[in-house]
């Protein structure tokens, strides 16, 4: 059920992001009196699962859901339409149009990519305002994965400084370390000030792991829900109860407890659980995966949480900036990416796409993440390679600048040689996808 959950989210997500980003294209194209043919939602080889033409367009739903396209009229695009470039260009067309109108009708898809995410992050601020854990507050300290054990942190560290620097949101913790390239963190541990080094091997396993929970806030484990047929539940543990052990470990936080329990798989064991002021030993089946079918509540339930309301008006700015910091993130991401050894090994597709989203159904969640997906999208598409929009933008600023345009041969070429480069990256990544499940 929870990879069903992460599939829908992904299709709806990706489905938002497309139609907006191909709405930017045609908006701009009608903009300027430029026909356009076809606007699809998902591509449509061979059949379409649904079409309607109105006016001069084509508008339909294909049944391919890796993308979506705009048709215009007299341009060299994905649909390769030679005959139509053999004609003599008609006023309607993309390639009668002056540079500049040409240049605005290619960059409009990523632009409403960018007002998308803005939009989102304005109505989310201005309906659920901002709740953060300050750093100061994650008072249990901090659980790492085997990454963050290489890296040098240990379970109960609290976090002072990254480079001697304050970070005020606990979240910002990974994106400090990873973007802006720590060199060391200041951490306590058992309440001795510690340096610790961060190597440059480090990052690139952080990179390469791309582990969401490298460095968490600790938490003790009381159960704030179950999942459906929860062992535990069937077992007679309830809701606000904690968990203390695993048969005689004792196992005072989550990140314990997920560790020790896949220990026992398929196995009965005795949980150590405190119900008010009474301390049970209830016997519960852990399933094949490891599971015990319980989730713990919230960090608000252990934690301070800052929250920051806004206004309808306030949040303007705010999401604005939420908007473009997330851009240049995104962009540090990938120049980080390109720097690193065996980069190769980091990419992802839509595997890793779609485990970014949680495995429950969460309107904020889903719409923070599709607000990031809509930069991740829109700077995508101005790198400058052919069949992306960058690449006709990379010809027509040559355009512009020597007053010369590429030749239709040439722009078929580059088109082709575009297309096989983004098909061959598909490809690979959906592959590394697969073969990570394996690793």
């Known amino acids: 059920m929870d990879i069903v959950i992460k599939i829908v989210q992904l299709l709806l997500s990706l489905s938002i992001l497309v139609l907006f980003h191909e709405l930017g294209h045609f908006v701009a194209a009608r903009i300027f009196k430029t026909r356009v043919e076809k606007f699809y939602l998902f591509f449509d080889p061979w059949f379409s ?66 007002l998308l995410a803005i ?8 309906a659920w305002g901002e709740k953060y854990l300050p750093t100061t507050e994650a008072k249990y300290g901090i659980a790492v994965d085997s990454v963050g054990y290489q890296m040098g942190l240990r379970n109960g560290d609290h976090i002072v400084t990254i480079d001697h620097k304050k970070v005020e949101d606990f979240d910002d913790i990974p ?18 000030p510690m340096d610790i080094e961060i190597s440059k091997g480090s990052i690139n396993k952080l990179i390469k792991s791309n582990s969401p929970t490298f460095i968490m806030a600790r938490v003790p484990f009381v159960i704030g829900q179950f999942t459906p047929g929860s ?15 695993v048969n005689d470990t004792v196992v005072p936080y ?5 560790n020790v329990i896949k220990k026992y798989k398929d196995q009965e064991v005795k949980l150590i659980v ?11 089946k852990v399933s094949a995966q490891g599971y015990v079918g319980a989730q713990r509540k919230d960090l608000s339930s252990f934690f301070r949480l800052k929250e920051k309301s806004y206004t309808f008006i306030s949040a303007i700015p705010a999401g604005v900036i939420k908007a473009f910091e997330g851009a240049g993130n995104y962009v540090k991401s990938i120049r980080i990416l390109f720097h690193q050894e065996k980069a190769y090994e980091s990419v992802g597709g839509f595997i890793s796409i779609g485990n970014i989203f949680p495995s429950v159904w ?29 690449g006709h933008v990379m010809f027509l600023l040559y355009e512009i600048i020597f007053r010369r345009k590429p030749s239709d041969k040439f722009m078929e070429y580059a088109q082709v040689a575009g297309m096989i480069l983004l098909f061959g990256l598909l490809i690979f990544a959906n592959l590394n996808d697969i073969l990570k499940l394996f690793r």
Not at 175 to 192: D, F, P, W, Y
Not at 233 to 242: E, H, L, P, R, T
Not at 274 to 284: A, C, E, F, N
Not at 364 to 387: C, E, K, Q, R
Request: charged residues 20%; contains cysteine.
């Open 49 to 114: 699962l649904f079409k309607v033409k109105k006016g001069e367009t084509e508008y339909g739903i294909g049944w391919l859901p890796l993308g979506g396209y705009c048709k215009i009229s007299g341009m060299i695009d994905e649909s390769m339409d030679k005959e139509q470039m053999k004609l003599p260009p008609q006023p309607w067309e993309f390639r009668s149009k002056p540079a500049w109108q040409r240049l605005i009708i290619m960059l409009g898809g990523v632009t409403v990519n960018i």
């Open 119 to 126: 939009v989102i992050y304005i109505v989310m601020l201005s």
């Open 175 to 192: 994106r400090m370390i990873i973007l802006e390239e720590a060199k060391s963190i200041q951490v306590l541990r058992n309440g001795t």
């Open 231 to 245: 062992p535990a539940k069937k077992a007679g543990i309830k809701i606000n109860d904690q968990i203390l052990g």
């Open 254 to 258: 989550f990140d314990e407890f997920r």
């Open 274 to 284: 405190l119900r008010g002021k009474d301390t049970l030993r209830i016997p519960v």
């Open 362 to 390: 969460d309107w904020p969640s889903f719409w923070s993440l599709t607000a990031f997906l809509s930069i991740m999208l829109a700077v995508l598409n101005v790198l400058p390679i052919p069949a992306l929009d960058g």
